[in-house]
T-cell receptor, first 113, second 114 residues
Framework: GQQVMQIPQYQHVQEGEDFTTYCNSSTTLSNIQWYKQRPGGHPVFLIQLVKSGEVKKQKRLTFQFGEAKKNSSLHITATQTTDVGTYFCAGPMTTDSWGKFQFGAGTQVVVTP | KAGVTQTPRYLIKTRGQQVTLSCSPISGHRSVSWYQQTPGQGLQFLFEYFSETQRNKGNFPGRFSGRQFSNSRSEMNVSTLELGDSALYLC?????????????FGPGTRLTVL
């Protein structure tokens, strides 16, 4: 079955530094979504990528979808304490995957002031 | 617009009991998906409902079931609880459950099985 893997599992970052988290799928994805879950909270939608090679930015966050649509990345510049949380990527499991998304295990980000 | 609501927020049960969790989607959303989140397994898809019909199901035993009402509210039921059922149960609503629909998650129900 489809597997979505994220690396790294944990990311300790000094405030002000940059970091990147990666998402890799065993199959080609039609689209990919990214979510953020703060400690004690629930996943909150960040962004969706649909096109091959697509790049989208949200302030200090840059999201990229690979050319083969099998991988994606999230790059955060000048990390702030508000960036603490777990970042998940998710892809629809099949073409008829109504509401059925395969989530990666997430990258837990800890920021040191 | 009010967000997704889930009740109860916390639940403690003992092995063998059954539990019912409730999810009210965002007004106008007709698709409700349920996920189980545990530290070891991450977010695992349980099932999805649209217009009172289950359209998709994950790899969970038959002890896990759900339903959706005509107002799109959804419930999930777990019978004969096991210790391993302890988890955060999240529901997500979207307009139609399509592949490119944004999913809006509720705050979750934290179930502890003793």
């Amino acid at each position: 079955g489809q597997q979505v893997m994220q690396i790294p599992q944990y990311q300790h970052v000094q405030e002000g530094e940059d970091f990147t988290t990666y998402c890799n799928s065993s199959t080609t994805l039609s689209n990919i979504q990214w979510y953020k879950q703060r400690p004690g909270g629930h996943p909150v939608f960040l962004i969706q990528l649909v096109k091959s090679g697509e790049v989208k930015k949200q302030k200090r966050l840059t999201f990229q979808f690979g050319e083969a649509k099998k991988n994606s990345s999230l790059h955060i510049t000048a990390t702030q304490t508000t960036d603490v949380g777990t970042y998940f990527c998710a892809g629809p499991m099949t073409t008829d995957s109504w509401g059925k998304f395969q989530f990666g295990a997430g990258t837990q980000v800890v920021v040191t002031p | 617009k009010a967000g997704v609501t889930q009740t109860p927020r916390y639940l403690i049960k003992t092995r063998g009991q059954q539990v019912t969790l409730s999810c009210s989607p965002i007004s106008g959303h007709r698709s409700v998906s349920w996920y189980q989140q545990t530290p070891g397994q991450g977010l695992q898809f349980l099932f999805e409902y649209f217009s009172e019909t289950q359209r998709n199901k994950g790899n969970f035993p038959g002890r896990f079931s759900g339903r959706q009402f005509s107002n799109s509210r959804s419930e999930m039921n777990v019978s004969t609880l096991e210790l391993g059922d302890s988890a955060l149960y999240l529901c997500a609503s979207s307009s139609s459950g399509g592949r490119t629909d944004t999913q809006y998650f509720g705050p979750g129900t934290r179930l502890t099985v003793l």
